[in-house]
């Protein structure tokens, strides 16, 4: 990849740098890696605006190698069918939220990090469906959120914050 990105999502694993990896570019278009090779790179209709939230959603399917990404509850055109079709991501990974790894919990880029806040950060080993991101993209209060990720899911995953990063309450929706 050639230019700036900023990732949000890096899952490295010992075989495998890029396992799983989401970024944006600095035209706004938004990326999905699996096993190394760039998968999915769309445009969104709405524009990301600077200091407002955006519910950014990628899918991907192994069974059936279709690849979606969503933002603010809307799909985007782009998305791809014949991805990845039949892989699997590796076990014994690490997940690095707002930098690229270039190895296992290292060989970081500060050109490549995320300046900037996430929250409600999930993964699911199922696909969710256009109701369900809709859904998610609604910040709904906390009450009445009922669809969590199975295997990273935001308010019970521990994270730990490394280089000034701050853990702060999710108060996005509130």
């Not at 690490?94 to 690229?100: A, N, R």
């Not at 900037?116 to 609604?138: A, C, R």
């Given at each position: ?44 209709p ?24 969503a ?22 990974g ?7 790894q270039d ?12 300046e ?23 910040c709904?209060?906390?009450s ?5 990720g199975n ?5 019970k ?6 280089d ?8 996005i929706?509130?």
């Open positions: 990849m050639i230019g700036t990105y900023l990732h949000m999502f890096s899952y490295a694993t010992a075989k495998q740098d890029n396992e799983l990896l989401t970024c944006i570019d600095e035209q706004g278009t938004l990326h999905l890696n699996v096993h190394g090779s760039p998968q999915l790179q769309v445009q969104c709405n524009q990301i605006h600077i200091g407002k939230w955006h519910h950014v959603c990628h899918t991907w399917s192994s069974w059936e190698g279709e690849a979606t990404i933002m603010d509850g809307f799909h985007c055109k782009g998305n791809a069918t014949g991805i990845a079709v039949g892989a699997t991501l590796s076990q014994g690490l997940v690095v939220l707002g930098q690229d190895s296992v919990g290292g060989k970081f880029d500060a050109e490549q990090s995320l900037g806040e996430l929250s409600e950060l999930n993964l699911w080993n199922t696909v969710l469906n256009h109701e369900q991101i809709k859904y998610l993209s609604k709904a209060h906390p009445e959120r009922h669809i969590h295997i990273i899911q935001w308010d995953t521990q994270f730990k914050a490394y000034g990063v701050v853990l702060s309450p999710n108060e929706c509130a």
